[in-house]
């Protein structure tokens, strides 16, 4: 038998999943170590960047497995979740000048 979803229970769904994806993707992005090599801005993530990943889609994985039974939301979870680390990374490296 599916779960019936509530059209409140959806927005919460949708703002958990994307809370989640936001956020993670911010603090991911205070991770990762960067800095200018021959001119190129070059970032590195940390140990605590990839489990940040693992965790990030571990619960959005089981989010969709128990609530949605599928994984038709993952690929949107992760172009949010790069968006977000990436627009934070750009900014770092604005603030620190490794941009031009």
């Not at 993707?25 to 693992?54: E, I």
């Not at 089981?62 to 979870?77: F, K, N, P, R």
């Amino acid at each position: 038998q599916r779960n019936v979803l509530t059209v409140r229970s959806m927005v919460v769904l949708v703002s958990v999943l994307l809370g989640d994806a936001v956020g993670l993707g911010v603090l991911r992005s205070y991770t990762v170590r960067l800095w200018r090599d021959d001119g190129v801005l070059v970032r590195r993530g940390t140990r605590l960047t990839v489990t940040l990943w693992l965790v990030g889609v571990a619960i959005h994985a089981t989010i969709d497995q128990t609530v949605l039974a599928g994984t038709s939301s993952l690929l949107l979870y992760l172009g949010v979740t790069w968006m977000a680390q990436r627009r934070v990374l750009l900014t770092r490296a604005s603030r620190a000048h490794l941009v031009e």
